[in-house]
């Protein structure tokens, strides 16, 4: 769908709403819970600058959503900021539940794989988490979450090469609180969302969370007869906070999240090649008997008759500590200490969806575990015309795991094969110490002009051991099989530093109280690294790892107030030079006998783009809630490893830049919603209406029509009363209303030696559910 025709919906949608809403009651001046004045829109305050500030004020392109707006809205997790962010793509990782792949203007990272950085920070209370497993969070127990687009290298630094999202916890207060909430609803949702707070004595407070999200699959695996997408996930939070006087404040916190969720295998969506014994698979070489005209999978999305197993277990869990003095007035010293953990747990993802070995990615022994362990020093200052942040940060992490790659007729090439089964075991860990030192001043040059300053050093050691090789049969010892490997591929450890300065200079100008005009420059980098899947025999380059990559980005921006308050908006052009991009493949290598994986440094892009922000209140119970993101990506040296038929089976580098395009980066995608708010049963009722579109999407950089997302919309309502004393909530709330299947992901690995698979990952179809609130 093109964005022409995206934009022509929402013309329609915006007459058809206003026309459907306007019908249903008269105008009311009065206060509604997401908006605490339905006349006028509200000053925003943000922590983009490691320090407080009216939105309006910053030099940054920055979505800001509220908790409070957020569940009136109905949003389940993190990713439904994708519905109403400008130029962000933030979704469920391929394979998984809780894995996040995020995309901020072209720039991001969708390999979950342990060792790869991704290109989007995500923060938590100002604590980066490393990486991406168990990062789909739930919104519970927060205040905000601020989404900063554009390198953020000099206050975040390293891995917000294209932004950062930053979760934001609001204090506790001195009073006694207890909020419960229940949501019910389709696919037999069951969810349980507990908090409260109490003061211990005058200067203490201690809070907790807990939440239980339950659901029944969208889809079955009809082999093993599990749910798919379905959603088993306990989380729990533990907040103590002291403050033994004005100038004094310590958080000390605590979260644990379990997510039981089955693996989702995807949704295989072409026919198995005659050559596998049918299906039904009940010839040689798998011998596996099921129904016949069991394949392509028909109907359900979501549906797959994938042979591994199911179970599934991600665990993460942290604890860190605040620290904050104020011995002056106009100086703020804080420390933030944080220590974090995870582990994955399963059988992997059957990549070829039935039943047979043809290609699954896995195993018994299947495993991934991180830890880290970070700390930063700050020293906050605000003096009359000039204000800053200077500060050190250290984080030592390490991630670790082990697979097997199992091709079912792998080794049929192989004389004198005792199988034709190959598998390639995968195991290996980076250990990663970084160090920076950052600085970032606000100097007003005059009562409208002002001028930031910024820069950062990083360094960043790294080692990594990588141990690649090939078995016959159906398992390596990582899966429990007592065999040993004819053929080692990779084994090898090394060491690689990567520093980097990225300095950030903006220029302010207000042309109103209301109203700020900004230029901008910043750099942003994205540390280097090993690949774990790194096959040594075909490229031994792999060794010696990946070079960083970094952006450098121009933005010209206005943000501001208009018509009486009345209308808040934020407009932003931009264009960035990308250097070095990391790009991960896979292939199968030139015998036919296993896979290949490269991460290169391809070359060099170009990208610009423009995004539009705005809030209006049009009566004083209408608003008109609109974001549009633009972006025009295009590579313009993409170096690719091809197989070099004069010396096989070695590759060669070849520019394909003509034939590549960015991943997960639509031209165009945004968000209209209209909000109607009105008196009813001694409350308030508040009815959102939005419909969100997004313009045809790559899966990867190499084109991939079968899998690749053609444009679409998704259309959302939530009707929400609130009790006049906001004791109580009751909303229902409809996503994706007209049961809109689009990909979110997929695996494309054509070709006899892969069964021939296309296996596309969806979004949730329409979900439907009535939530109750109680608070005191």
């Known amino acids: 769908m093109t964005a022409r025709r995206a934009i022509s919906r929402l013309s329609l949608l915006q007459a058809a709403s206003v026309l459907c809403l306007a019908a249903t009651g008269p105008a009311f001046a009065q206060s509604a819970p997401a908006e605490p004045n339905a006349g006028e829109t509200t000053e925003i305050v943000v922590t983009a600058r490691r320090r407080e500030e009216s939105l309006i004020e910053v030099p940054i392109s920055i979505t800001t959503q509220s908790a409070e707006q957020l569940e009136m809205r109905g949003a389940p997790d993190i990713t439904a900021l994708q519905r109403s962010t400008p130029n962000l793509t933030l979704q469920v990782s391929r394979g998984t539940n809780s894995t996040l792949t995020a995309f901020i203007r072209g720039v991001g990272q969708q390999d979950p794989l342990w060792g790869f950085e991704p290109g989007v920070g995500l923060y938590v209370?100002?604590?980066?988490?490393?990486?991406?497993?168990?990062?789909v969070l739930d919104i519970f127990d927060i205040e905000r979450i601020e989404v900063l687009r554009g390198p953020q290298g000099t206050l975040y630094g390293r891995n917000t090469i294209g932004g950062a999202i930053k979760y934001v916890s609001r204090r506790l207060t001195n009073d006694a609180e207890f909020r419960v909430r229940a949501n019910i609803g389709e696919y037999n949702q069951r969810d349980l969302i507990l908090a409260g707070s109490t003061p211990l004595g005058d200067h203490a407070r201690i809070g907790a969370a807990f939440a239980t999200y339950n659901r029944d699959g969208f889809g079955t695996?009809?082999?093993?007869?599990?749910?798919?997408?379905?959603?088993?996930?306990v989380a729990g939070r533990l907040t103590l906070e002291i403050e033994p006087n004005s100038q004094l404040f310590f958080r000390l916190s605590a979260d644990h999240l379990d997510d039981d969720s089955n693996i989702n295998h995807g949704h295989r969506e072409r026919p198995i090649p005659a050559a596998f014994g049918g299906p039904p698979f009940n010839g040689p070489p798998f011998n596996i008997n099921i129904p016949a005209g069991a394949f392509p999978v028909q109907g359900n999305e979501y549906d797959t008759w994938a042979g591994l197993a199911d179970a599934n277990e991600v665990?993460?869990?942290?604890a860190s500590l605040l620290a904050e003095w104020r011995p002056i007035e106009v100086l703020t010293l804080k420390s933030i200490t944080a220590y974090r953990e995870g582990e994955s747990n399963s059988r992997g993802i059957d990549f070829d969806g039935t039943p047979a070995p043809i290609l699954d990615v896995g195993g018994l022994g299947s495993l991934y575990t991180d830890h880290q362990f970070s700390q930063e020093f700050q020293a906050a200052f605000d003096f009359e015309r000039w204000r800053g942040v200077f500060g050190l940060y250290y984080m030592d992490a390490t991630a670790a795991g082990q697979f097997d790659t199992t091709l079912g007729i792998g080794a049929s090439a192989i004389p004198g094969a005792p199988s034709p089964a190959l598998t390639q075991g995968t195991s290996g860990r980076v250990d990663t110490e970084s160090f920076a030192i950052f600085g970032d001043v606000d100097i007003d040059l005059t009562e409208r002009l002002a001028l930031s300053l910024g820069a950062r050093w990083t360094r960043d050691d790294k080692t990594a051991e990588v141990y690649k090789a090939n078995y016959f049969g159906l398992g390596s010892p990582i899966s429990g099989y007592a065999t040993a490997p004819f053929q080692v591929l990779t084994d090898y450890a090394n060491s690689a530093t990567y520093e980097e300065f990225t300095p950030r200079v903006s220029l302010s100008y207000a042309l109103a109280e209301d109203m700020n005009l900004y230029a901008a420059y910043s750099r942003g980098f994205k540390s280097g690294g090993f690949d774990m899947r790194g096959d040594a025999a075909a490229t031994p380059a792999t060794a010696d790892g990946y070079a960083p990559e970094t952006v450098d980005s121009y933005e010209l921006g206005l943000r501001g107030l208009a018509f009486d308050n009345r209308l808040r908006f934020s407009g932003a052009i931009f264009h960035a030079a990308y250097e070095g991009q990391q790009v991960t493949s896979q292939q199968v290598n030139q015998a036919g006998t296993g896979v290949v994986s490269f991460v290169d440094n391809v070359g060099s892009s170009t990208i610009n783009g423009a995004e539009l922000e705005l809030h209006a209140r049009l009566t004083s119970a209408f608003s008109l809630d609109l974001n549009v993101g633009y972006i025009d990506a295009s590579f313009d040296e993409f170096l690719a490893y091809a197989p070099n038929p004069s010396?096989?089976?070695?590759?060669?580098l070849v520019d394909v830049a003509d034939q590549r395009q960015f991943q997960n980066t639509p031209d165009w995608n945004g968000q209209l919603a209209l909000n109607y708010l009105t008196p009813l049963f001694g409350g308030n009722l508040n009815v959102r209406g939005s419909v969100s579109f997004r313009s045809d999407t790559s899966m990867f950089e190499t084109p991939a029509p079968e899998i690749d997302q053609p444009g679409y919309e998704l259309y959302d309502?939530?009707?929400v009363w609130t009790s006049q004393s906001n004791a109580w909530r009751f909303g229902l709330h409809g996503r994706n209303l007209t049961d809109e299947r689009y990909r979110t992901g997929g695996y494309y690995f054509t070709g006899l030696a892969f069964g021939d698979l296309i296996i596309g990952f969806y979004g949730p179809p329409r979900t439907v559910f009535a939530s109750l609130e109680y608070r005191y």
């Open 647 to 652: 010396a096989p089976p070695a590759y060669v």
């Open 315 to 318: 665990i993460t869990q942290g």
């Open 221 to 233: 695996n009809h082999f093993s007869g599990a749910d798919t997408n379905n959603r088993d996930v």
């Open 717 to 719: 309502l939530s009707l």
């Open 125 to 135: 209370d100002d604590v980066y988490i490393a990486r991406p497993q168990g990062a």
